[in-house]
């Protein structure tokens, strides 16, 4: 019985966490999606403008997958 309960236990905390970690990326890639496409709009000007373009668009594209 102990043993049936430490399994279900482990797979509610693993269910809960991979649904929280969904989440927060979705709350993620929204937040990306949306820098990005504001500098899409109107692009930087300033070296340190266009190094963070840069580096939004690859977290949008390698880490996150966001469309």
């Known amino acids: 019985m102990a043993l049936l309960f430490a399994v279900l236990t482990g797979a509610a905390s693993m269910a809960y966490s991979n649904r929280a970690a969904a989440a927060l990326e979705r709350k993620w ?3 990306l ?3 990005d496409d504001a500098y899409r709009e109107t692009p930087p000007q300033t070296p340190t ?3 963070i373009a840069d580096r939004l668009r690859e ?3 390698q ?3 966001c469309p």
């Open 63 to 65: 880490r996150f997958n």
């Open 49 to 51: 403008g266009k190094k």
């Open 33 to 35: 999606s949306t820098f």
């Open 29 to 31: 890639c929204d937040l």
């Open 59 to 61: 977290l949008r594209g």
